[in-house]
């Protein structure tokens, strides 16, 4: 089975975030008319905030109703089966996808500290930015312990 995968409209750049941290492919575009979100959607689901919009979409549309974070992101992990996998996460700032890099290669790119801490890194494979298991992992188990 092929894992699911997400266009989001311009009010859920916060899902958009998480749902990338969790592995799964979200484009996120802020400034589309709704016309151009449906001529790109191809084989992704569109999660919207707007009702007329996912109606559109058709079988592929899924309406919101929450404004709250938490609770939009556990209704799509339930309603599409997501999982945490952190071998698949995704860059959380372009949906890129990331790579294991060794201590050398990120160096110059991570202080000292959390260098020295982690031994395993992870490299945006499109914008560089660095990701370790740190804090931030934390969070993230926090916030899906909280929704799961
Ligand atoms: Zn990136």
């Given at each position: 089975?092929?894992?699911?995968?997400?266009?989001?409209?311009?009010?859920?750049?916060?899902?958009?975030?998480?749902?990338?941290?969790?592995?799964?492919?979200?484009?996120?575009?802020?400034?589309?008319?709704?016309?151009?979100?449906?001529?790109?959607?191809?084989?992704?689901?569109?999660?919207?905030?707007?009702?007329?919009?996912?109606?559109?979409?058709?079988?592929?549309?899924?309406?919101?109703?929450?404004?709250?974070?938490?609770?939009?992101?556990?209704?799509v992990v339930e309603r599409f089966a997501l999982r945490l996998d952190l071998e698949r996460t995704r860059c959380s700032a372009c949906n890129g996808l990331l790579q294991k890099a060794s201590k050398d290669v990120v160096k110059d790119k991570v202080e000292e500290g959390t260098w020295s801490e982690h031994q395993e890194f992870w490299m945006c494979h499109e914008c560089g930015k660095v990701y370790w298991q740190g804090a931030h992992w934390k969070n993230i188990r926090d916030r899906l312990d909280k929704i799961s």
């Open positions: 089975m092929t894992e699911p995968s997400f266009l989001l409209d311009g009010m859920l750049g916060s899902l958009a975030r998480w749902l990338r941290i969790i592995g799964y492919d979200s484009e996120y575009l802020r400034d589309e008319e709704d016309s151009a979100l449906l001529a790109i959607l191809g084989d992704r689901y569109l999660l919207t905030r707007d009702k007329q919009l996912s109606q559109r979409a058709g079988p592929k549309g899924f309406y919101l109703e929450s404004d709250d974070l938490d609770v939009q992101l556990s209704t």
